[in-house]
């Protein structure tokens, strides 16, 4: 008998007192309308939702802004499957637009700000997204991708208004503030991010209406501790997996109150959220915590009112997190995610922590370690970590060995190697390939080598990573030239700086050195492993 699915929206339920948490998810589900509802039935429609630079919005007024994003979005023509692309800060319109579309069906696909022409003429044309919602500082940026866009029908500008094109705040005011949500599945395409591959062609990850539940279930309750009466902060920003749950699915899963930041983290710029709103659980990175630490305008314990702060994208150096607790009394809370899990599935906790380690298995999550012939490793060895559980994404977008590779049945391939200590704790060892992560951003040699080759001076580079003096990885160039006798300090700043006109800025060699030749196989295949030994030997 054809079983006819439901066509009313459920919330899904939870159940905190097992570990891992027992989540019973409904087969009609939408994400967004379930995390705006929750709060308003809780009785929160008065509390505020968020603050960010030009001021603070309730739990009432984010609801608003959603149905009306939805509606807007609806009304230019836009339906259910159709995917939207969204470059935009960090302010109340980063959620508004990013639920408003899921609210009504649309795929919203968040992508970096920081990234070339170049990147977002890729994900434009391979993602097909019909609509564009930019913020108009970004928009000189993407003229070059919308000027030879063959799917674009829409463009958004938020901000300063565009002749040219709609605008963002005048279609949220002409839109009705209640809208009816989509009834979509738990099993439902509802967002997309993309994800660096190791090529350095990005590879559009795709998540389901339960995804983000699941993160906030399994991580931020009962690891973190995220409470209603918490204020949250994100160096990180939404754009990113691991900013999207900090500055959105968490906060809105305990109605608890977020403060969003536009420009770039940097330790001023961080000091003042941090003393001016005084928010609770601070979300960084290492590079920044190390920042912080050195800036001479480090706030003492008592200006700030930081509980507990967590760190991923890059394993955080054990000094630096003995100088934060010994400096703010706070600890930092050191985990490991990914694109593809959508959050931190291996964390420290705060009654279970361990500086150096990046902790245990996230409740609800399964990890093990296997050797190249998919064998368990003993206790202690280096293995390849693979994860399951409930927050995996479905696929790569039109990528399907890819895919195959990364998403074996209910396991996931992190492209990490670890190991694990007889008392549980995880340690990082390093990339299962060549990718380096810089900042918490993952970096491809092959992109940064491909710019250096293009110089006229360069006839050959090879990438690899090497640590800083905070023990934090960024790219070291070994570069071969045209002319050796051209090798000076002005031609290393030089090379530098061609980079960062080419690639994103995090990107570019911190180091470059001058050699006569490169490491290869017989082959011609260069041998980077021997460039990191070189590294690592001086």
């Known amino acids: 008998?054809?079983?006819?699915?439901?066509?009313?929206?459920?919330?899904?339920?939870?159940?905190?007192?097992?570990?891992?948490?027992?989540?019973?998810?409904?087969?009609?589900?939408?994400?967004?309308?379930?995390?705006?509802e929750r709060n308003i039935l809780a009785g929160r429609s008065e509390k505020v939702a968020y603050i960010d630079d030009s001021g603070s919005y309730t739990y009432d007024d984010l609801k608003v802004r959603v149905n009306q994003s939805g509606n807007a979005l609806r009304k230019l023509g836009l339906n259910m499957e159709d995917r939207v692309m969204i470059v935009?800060?960090?302010?109340?319109?980063?959620?508004?637009?990013?639920?408003?579309?899921?609210?009504?069906?649309?795929?919203?696909?968040?992508?970096?700000?920081?990234?070339?022409?170049?990147?977002?003429?890729?994900?434009?044309?391979?993602?097909?997204a019909k609509a564009l919602i930019v913020a108009s500082p970004f928009l000189d940026n993407l003229g070059e991708a919308i000027a030879n866009s063959n799917h674009l029908e829409h463009i958004i500008v938020s901000g300063e208004p565009s002749p040219q094109h709609h605008h963002l705040q005048?279609?949220?005011?002409?839109?009705?503030?209640?809208?009816?949500?989509?009834?979509?599945?738990?099993?439902?395409?509802?967002?997309?991010?993309?994800?660096?591959?190791?090529?350095?062609?990005?590879?559009?990850?795709?998540?389901?209406h339960s995804s983000l539940a699941y993160t906030a279930e399994l991580y931020a309750k009962p690891v973190l501790g995220i409470r209603e009466t918490d204020i949250v902060f994100s160096a990180a920003k939404l754009f990113f997996a691991y900013g999207l749950g900090n500055g959105l699915t968490f906060p809105l899963s305990v109605g608890a109150t977020t403060v969003l930041m536009s420009?770039?983290?940097?330790?001023?710029?961080?000091?003042?959220?941090?003393?001016?709103?005084?928010?609770?659980?601070?979300?960084?990175?290492?590079?920044?915590?190390?920042?912080?630490?050195?800036?001479?305008n480090l706030p003492s314990?008592?200006?700030?009112?930081?509980?507990?702060?967590?760190?991923?994208g890059e394993a955080l150096p054990a000094e630096i997190g003995n100088?934060?607790?010994?400096h703010?009394?706070?600890?930092?809370?050191?985990?490991?995610?990914?694109?593809?899990?959508?959050?931190?599935?291996?964390?420290?906790?705060?009654?279970?922590?361990?500086?150096?380690?990046?902790?245990?298995?996230?409740?609800?999550?399964?990890?093990?370690?296997?050797?190249?012939?998919?064998?368990?490793?003993?206790?202690?060895?280096?293995?390849?970590?693979?994860?399951?559980?409930?927050?995996?994404?479905n696929l790569y977008w039109n990528q399907r060995q890819k895919s195959r590779e990364t998403f074996c049945g209910e396991w996931t391939r992190a492209g990490d190697k670890y190991s694990v200590d007889d008392e549980g704790f995880f340690t990082y060892g390093g990339r299962s390939d060549d990718m380096l992560k810089v900042s918490g951003l993952y970096v491809s040699p092959f992109e940064v080598e491909g710019v250096l080759v293009s110089h006229n001076a360069v006839l050959e580079a090879?990438?690899?990573?090497?640590?800083?003096?905070?023990?934090?990885?960024?790219?070291?160039?070994?570069?071969?030239?045209?002319?050796?006798?051209?090798?000076t300090s002005g031609l290393e700043d030089d090379l530098k700086e061609y980079v960062k006109s080419k690639l994103a800025p995090f990107k570019y060699p911190r180091w470059i050195e001058f050699v006569s030749e490169l490491p290869k196989t017989a082959t011609g295949k260069i041998q980077r492993f021997k460039l990191r030994q070189r590294t690592e030997s001086e």
């Open 88 to 128: 935009h800060s960090d302010t109340i319109d980063f959620p508004a637009v990013f639920l408003g579309a899921i609210k009504v069906g649309i795929v919203p696909i968040a992508v970096n700000t920081l990234l070339t022409p170049s990147d977002y003429q890729f994900m434009m044309e391979d993602s097909r």
């Open 1 to 36: 008998m054809l079983k006819i699915e439901s066509t009313k929206l459920e919330s899904y339920s939870s159940d905190h007192s097992t570990s891992p948490p027992v989540i019973t998810m409904p087969r009609a589900f939408n994400a967004a309308h379930d995390l705006l």
């Open 462 to 487: 090879a990438v690899v990573g090497d640590e800083d003096e905070d023990k934090l990885t960024k790219p070291r160039a070994y570069v071969v030239l045209v002319d050796s006798s051209c090798a």
């Open 328 to 393: 703010f009394g706070s600890q930092i809370l050191d985990g490991i995610g990914s694109t593809e899990m959508l959050h931190i599935f291996l964390s420290n906790r705060p009654d279970d922590l361990r500086y150096g380690s990046t902790g245990k298995p996230v409740p609800g999550y399964e990890l093990r370690l296997v050797d190249e012939d998919g064998q368990n490793v003993p206790a202690g060895e280096l293995g390849e970590l693979q994860i399951k559980g409930p927050s995996a994404a």
């Open 170 to 208: 005048s279609l949220q005011s002409q839109s009705d503030g209640e809208c009816e949500p989509a009834i979509t599945s738990c099993d439902d395409t509802c967002f997309w991010l993309y994800s660096s591959g190791s090529t350095g062609a990005p590879k559009g990850t795709i998540h389901v």
């Open 323 to 326: 100088r934060w607790t010994s």
């Open 301 to 312: 314990r008592d200006e700030i009112s930081i509980r507990v702060a967590t760190s991923a």
């Open 263 to 296: 420009e770039r983290p940097t330790p001023e710029s961080v000091f003042k959220r941090l003393k001016d709103h005084q928010p609770t659980i601070f979300y960084g990175v290492p590079t920044l915590f190390g920042a912080m630490l050195a800036d001479d």
